[in-house]
């Protein structure tokens, strides 16, 4: 069947009921699952963002980290309390771990609780 054929039967994912497909999908994930997994893609972007990826600086940009960081930082906080200890204690240490490497990373290194994320998290050091 062509991408073309696909595209227009109703009975395909990337037809007209595709959505209702992947709102099924969706509703059959845990909510500490997809909060776990999209921190994970977060906690990836911000690494490679700070330079820890093998192409290094190619990918660095500190300006998108900070920005990444602070929303990771302040999805693990929110959510912490839904996710039992287990899981959010391994987020918090990801977050930890990307914090330090932004100020690593840094030129001029931010005050201690000035960092990103340190609004949610408190200072990182």
Known sequence: MS??????RPDTPRGPSG???AAR????VSAVELITTVSVHLLSAAALRCGLAEEGEEHKDLDEARA???ALAGLVTAAAPD???THARALRDGLRSVQLAFREAS???DRPGDGPG????????
């Open 118 to 125: 340190e609004k949610y998290t408190g200072a990182v050091t």
């Open 25 to 28: 999908d969706i509703a059959e």
């Open 68 to 70: 990444i960081i602070t």
């Open 3 to 8: 991408e073309e054929d696909q595209a227009t």
């Open 83 to 85: 996710l039992g200890d």
């Open 107 to 109: 030129v001029i290194p």
């Open 19 to 21: 959505s209702d497909d």
